[in-house]
């Protein structure tokens, strides 16, 4: 799984006249992580998790951003899309629904994910009482390297020394710098979409990465009119032609694109459940108005370690994110501080990466173990109405590390069975696969544009990471009939420049 080192920990044993062996700032997915785990090795742990409110004072409880404001509520959303569209193909299949679809209830769906999200919540805290984790619900701040004051909601504060700690605060969404769009003021984030108390109406989603897409694919799904605003391209870092396929998916859900633009100010028309707003935008083609009921601002997250008196540990952070630089054994620049998640400098912002980082890191620190977290090669899906998952190096990536004369990339389109009776043709399927032919079409970079993208490229990508090649591809049987099959039956090359399209039976 990881990459084994020298010996970096010495176990709970070690000795110290500090209060805590570990304790663990923030209870999000990789601080809940280590501390669990931490404690099986006989640790005595603690652990502060405390939110503050977001612009619109929406707060929640234990578990972080990915079970909290992430992951589980947008994973919750989306499914509530697809079963959306699955409705309109019913008839298809001989279900007696030709009449009038019925509405989404905003309510109801937002009821029942946050009861979900709260049966979650409850479920946190009594993973840490079981691990013995001691856990506060108080604001965590440096004293000393050793040393951290908790503050609760009273205002009430108490010191606390651990021998060891670990940063895992993680991120909060940043606001426009604009009239009308700072925090306190009239736009709403991914802290709040998922709770939001009323419909949101015509929504205009600011921001060009996976949190502005994954938010206007769920909206429109839901029926609601949704503009995506991207001041410059889509989806930075990834894949570029998947991008672009990405992009036309979603107009053909009747999303609109506003590219290269940015708002300049917000202001309110008038108030209510939702309220009208008007936005006004610059792009190279002029000054674009606009009026929305809700504008999702989703142009990236900020480490939260404003608050942390980082300075009174020692503890360095880059000055331009906010993030904390760590070593590859996630140890800051202070030798008893680590870090781990997405407050870590360039680290993926993704669950998965923390919690396996913070498991990884009270191994070594409680149990002699070596094994660092490899941050290489990490599988990622992007939950657009139809999914995008990869894992490896984009084309552009692949292109520049080994130049064009060393990538052959076998490539088709196709069309899942499920697309047929419903006849449905607004969306392009495809999936990629790019392989180094110097080390005998070993594959770099796995590309897939379909339904449950993240469940078939999971798969693929533990292959990838055992040095899975193009012809253990080929000799592998595919499962029949499923759209994952496609990647073993892959024979046309971009190279070759035939028309890359897949057949089904
Ligand atoms: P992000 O990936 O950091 O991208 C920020 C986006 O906002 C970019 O399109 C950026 O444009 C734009 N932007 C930045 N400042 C802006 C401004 N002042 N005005 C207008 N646009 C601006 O942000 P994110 O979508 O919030 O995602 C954060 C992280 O969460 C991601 O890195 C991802 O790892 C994680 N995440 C993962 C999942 C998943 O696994 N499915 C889902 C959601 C989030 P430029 O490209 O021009 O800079």
Redesign the pocket.
């Known amino acids: 799984m990881g990459i084994t080192v020298g010996k970096c920990g010495s176990g709970a044993a070690e000795k110290h006249n500090y209060e805590y062996d570990l304790f663990v700032l923030g209870g999000g997915s990789g601080g809940i992580s280590v501390a669990r785990e931490a404690s099986k090795f006989g640790a005595k742990v603690g652990l502060c998790d405390y939110v503050i409110p977001s612009g619109t004072g929406t707060v929640w409880g234990l578990g972080g951003t990915c079970v909290n404001v992430?992951?589980i509520p947008?994973k919750i959303m989306h499914h509530a899309a697809l079963v959306g569209e699955t409705l309109t193909e019913a008839n298809f299949y001989g279900w007696d629904v030709n009449s009038n679809l019925p509405e989404n209830k905003w309510a109801d769906l937002v009821a029942g994910s946050q009861g979900h999200i709260k049966s979650l919540n409850w479920g946190y805290k009594l993973v840490l009482h079981e691990a013995a984790v001691k856990y506060f619900n108080e604001f965590a701040s440096f004293v000393d390297s050793h040393t951290i004051k908790t503050t609760n909601s009273k205002g009430v504060s108490t010191n606390r020394t651990a021998n060891r700690i670990v940063i895992a605060v993680g991120g909060r969404?940043?606001y426009?710098?604009i009239p009308g769009g700072m925090k306190d003021e009239f736009t709403v984030t991914?802290d709040d979409i998922f709770s939001l108390s009323y419909n949101p109406g015509d929504v205009l989603c600011?921001?060009?990465?996976?949190?502005?897409l994954?938010c206007a694919s769920f909206l429109a799904g839901l029926g609601y009119t949704v503009t995506v605003?991207?001041?410059?391209?889509?989806?930075?870092g990834m894949d570029r032609q998947m991008a672009g396929y990405i992009q036309s998916n979603m107009e053909a859900k009747g999303i609109k694109f506003k590219l290269n633009c940015?708002?300049t100010s917000i202001t309110k028309l008038s108030d209510g459940t939702p309220p009208t707003l008007q936005v006004t935008a610059k792009s190279a083609d002029g000054v674009f108005n606009g009026e929305y009921n809700t504008v999702l601002v989703?142009?990236?997250?900020d480490a939260a370690t404003k608050d942390l008196t980082l300075e009174n540990a020692g503890v360095i952070v880059n000055p331009e994110n906010g993030r904390i630089p760590t070593n590859s054994r996630d140890q800051t620049n202070v030798k008893n501080i680590y870090a781990i998640g997405?407050v870590a400098d360039n680290r993926?912002?993704?669950?998965p990466v923390a919690i396996k980082a913070g498991l990884l890191l009270a191994r070594r620190l409680f149990d002699g173990r070596r094994v660092l977290m490899d941050y290489t090669r990490i599988p990622?899906?992007?939950?657009t109405q139809l999914e995008y998952s990869c894992v490896g190096l984009s084309e552009d990536e692949a292109l520049e590390k080994y130049g064009k004369s060393s990538i052959e990339i076998y490539h088709t389109t196709f069309t899942p069975l499920e697309f047929q009776l419903p006849m449905k043709t607004e969306y392009v399927c495809y999936i990629k696969i790019l392989t180094l032919k110097s080390d005998k079409e070993r594959i770099v970079g796995f590309h897939y544009l379909g339904p449950n993208a993240g469940e078939v490229c999971q798969g693929f990508a533990v292959a990838i990471r055992l040095g899975a090649r193009k012809s253990d591809l080929d000799a592998t049987c595919g499962i029949h009939p499923t759209n994952a099959e496609t990647a073993t039956t892959l024979t046309i090359t971009k190279s070759s420049g035939q028309q890359a399209v897949h057949t089904a039976c």
């Open positions: 992430g992951c947008k969404p940043r426009l710098d991914s600011v921001g060009g990465s996976y949190v502005a994954e605003m991207a001041r410059s391209i889509l989806l930075r940015a708002p989703a142009i990236g997250r997405d993926p912002e993704l669950t990622t899906t992007v939950y």
